[in-house]
């Protein structure tokens, strides 16, 4: 009969690399996370800028999404906020940032006023 031949299994290696896995897909969060942050104070930064609006204060929100409910993707941010006009007045509202399949990939922003 002929000899078989197994392959080396070293138990030790491959529970090694469990916390390398873990640590790279941790930090694979975290980057997109704060990417996510960057990306929607640009895009709010420069739709503000776009209209003559100064940002008076802004809110992330992420459940309750004021008019933009029911019709926002998960790929998508949406702000409460408060702005001055070029003529000096007050306005709150919401702006959502991105569109709904390419999220903040896109350079879309939508104001709805109260």
């Keep these: 009969m002929g ?4 392959p080396h299994v070293c138990p030790m290696s491959e529970l ?16 997109i996370f704060v990417w996510e942050q960057r990306r929607s104070q640009e ?8 209209q003559g609006y100064s940002l008076l204060s802004q809110e992330a929100r992420y459940w309750r999404l004021g008019p933009f409910s029911g019709s926002t993707s998960k790929y998508q ?3 409460r906020v408060r702005i001055r006009d070029p003529w000096g007045q007050e306005r709150t509202g919401w702006v959502r940032l991105g569109n709904w399949w390419l999220g903040l990939l896109s ?3 939508e104001e709805r006023w109260e």
């Design 107 to 109: 350079d879309q922003a």
């Design 3 to 6: 000899s078989r031949v197994y």
């Design 16 to 31: 090694a690399l469990a916390p390398v896995g873990a640590a790279v897909a941790a930090a694979l969060f975290v980057g």
């Design 43 to 50: 895009l709010l930064q420069r739709w503000a800028a776009k």
């Design 77 to 79: 941010r949406v702000f």
